[in-house]
T-cell receptor
Framework: QKEVEQDPGPLSVPEGAIVSLNCTYS??????FMWYRQYSRKGPELLMY????GNKEDGRFTAQVDKSSKYISLFIRDSQPSDSATYLC????????????FGTGTRLLVSP | ETGVTQTPRHLVMGMTNKKSLKCEQH?????MYWYKQSAKKPLELMFV???????ENNSVPSRFSPECPNSSHLFLHLHTLQPEDSALYLC???????????????FGSGTRLTVV
């Protein structure tokens, strides 16, 4: 079993749709959860960061962590064509960040 | 320049060639990393340097040889690679246990390596 599972997609949605991206994980020691966005021919960039369980909102983006279910989500409201990218979840056990474990990434396509 | 800069952006090399990838960070971070990104696979951590000292070698074959002369520069020396080594090689940096606003890694744009 992989430590982090993420559906590779692609996920195709029309502009304006609400997008839900998800990851499941097996290691209950993970406490720090991140979402990265990677555009084509670019490196990943940090989008959202959460610690432990709960929600965090930043503009059109909401990150949600459910540690009891070992499940994390990223919601994108009013999706735009510029949101088309690959979204990678990542998580770690401590603040050192040296042991980030990544999902495979989900490719999102938002059509105008 | 700001952020993490990687050169070259693209590299095609034969299996008998020797080449090097370069990474430079302008963020004052104290940790640097090499990752390998292959299609439909998670990012694979290859090497970690913390304060110029290698702290992780994730069972990487010896045909990949890292070098970190200072906390701002990181190299990946390549020799006698195999076609399956073709991938996007990403460099990243982070501030280890730094300011509370420094979360996660800052990645470069990567070097797209093709081994023929």
């Amino acid at each position: 079993q992989k430590e982090v599972e993420q559906d590779p997609g692609p996920l195709s949605v029309p502009e304006g749709a609400i997008v839900s991206l998800n990851c499941t994980y097996s290691n209950s020691a993970f406490q720090y959860f991140m979402w990265y966005r990677q555009y084509s021919r670019k490196g990943p960039e940090l989008l959202m960061y959460t610690y432990s369980s709960g929600n965090k909102e930043d503009g059109r983006f909401t990150a949600q962590v459910d540690k009891s279910s070992k499940y994390i989500s990223l919601f994108i409201r009013d999706s735009q064509p510029s949101d088309s990218a690959t979204y990678l979840c990542a998580m770690s056990r401590d603040t050192g960040f040296q042991k980030l474990v990544f999902g495979t990434g989900t490719r999102l396509l938002v059509s105008p | 320049e700001t952020g993490v800069t990687q050169t070259p952006r693209h590299l095609v090399m034969g299996m008998t060639n020797k080449k090097s990838l370069k990474c430079e960070q302008h963020l004052g971070h104290n940790a640097m990393y090499w990752y390998k990104q292959s299609a439909k696979k998670p990012l694979e951590l290859m090497f970690v340097y913390n304060f110029k000292e290698q702290t992780e070698n994730n069972s990487v074959p010896s045909r990949f040889s890292p070098e970190c002369p200072n906390s701002s520069h990181l190299f990946l020396h390549l020799h006698t690679l195999q076609p399956e080594d073709s991938a996007l090689y990403l460099c990243a940096s982070s501030q280890e246990r730094g300011r509370s606003s420094d979360y996660g890694y800052t990645f470069g744009s990567g070097t797209r390596l093709t081994v023929v």
